[in-house]
């Protein structure tokens, strides 16, 4: 069975300009989830989906960050215009059903200059 | 912020059982306890999670307290592949709000 699968692995941006992240998670995984974790800590939730829609966007930036999955698939992050601050790794998980067990792919790592 | 406590670090001998104890002592009645550990560079990774009862599974064994205010997590012949953060992680229940909120986790570190 094939894993969460994210691109590009690696970018580096200059600060205020943009970038986007693509996730296609694991088949027939209704629940996708993107993580940002800095450095030294633990991933942070930024986005759910179930299918298309959206659970819980609490803790993404909205005047920055935006984030579709629009036929409840694949999902693209995308931060516009970036800061130093959100270099991290944004992690893309999957899960069959909500609450069940997470998944993740690999992450891309952001580094903003 | 996360509900759970752990050592920052540990060490543990190649070959030995490696135990990371996590404090959960504001656990509600139908929370789960999970574990994931995130090898480096890498994304985390499941590794078992429990409720009541104790927990094995090929990768690991899982030891809560009665009261379930702490558990540990018990690999039980550690190799250098394990070297990695641990992550301890109080649930939610399957069909309920709240998500994994993640600590900064133990980084073992196993030695030959």
């Known amino acids: 069975e094939a894993g969460v699968a994210q691109s590009p692995r690696y970018k580096i941006i200059e600060k205020r300009q943009s970038v986007a992240f693509w996730c296609n998670p694991i088949?027939?995984?209704?629940?996708l989830y993107w993580y940002q974790q800095i450095l030294g800590q633990g991933p942070k939730l930024l986005i759910q989906?179930?299918?298309?829609?959206?659970?819980?966007d609490s803790q993404l930036p909205k005047d920055r960050f935006s984030a579709e999955r629009l036929k409840g698939v694949d999902s693209t992050l995308k931060i516009q215009p970036a800061k130093l601050e959100d270099s991290a790794v944004y992690l893309c998980?999957?899960?069959?059903?909500?609450?069940?067990?997470?998944?993740f792919g690999p992450g891309t790592r952001l580094l903003v200059l | 912020d996360a509900k759970t406590t752990q050592p920052p670090s540990m060490d543990c001998a190649e070959g030995r059982a490696a135990n990371l104890p996590c404090n959960h002592s504001?656990?509600?009645?139908?929370?789960?306890v999970y574990w994931y550990r995130q090898i480096h560079s890498q994304g985390p990774q499941y590794i078992i999670h429990?409720?009541?009862n104790n927990e094995t599974n090929e990768m690991a064994s899982l030891i809560i307290t009665e009261d379930r205010k702490s558990s540990t997590l018990i690999l039980p012949h550690a190799t250098l592949r394990d070297t990695a953060v641990y992550y301890c992680?109080?649930?939610?229940?399957?069909?309920?709000?709240?998500?994994?909120?993640f600590g900064k986790g133990t980084k073992l570190s196993v030695k030959p």
């Open positions: 998980a999957s899960s069959p059903t909500s609450r069940e067990t997470q998944y």
């Open positions: 992680i109080v649930s939610p229940p399957r069909g309920s709000q709240g998500n994994l909120i």
């Open positions: 504001t656990i509600s009645g139908n929370e789960y």
């Open positions: 429990g409720l009541k």
């Open positions: 088949s027939g995984h209704a629940t």
């Open positions: 989906f179930q299918n298309n829609g959206v659970v819980d």
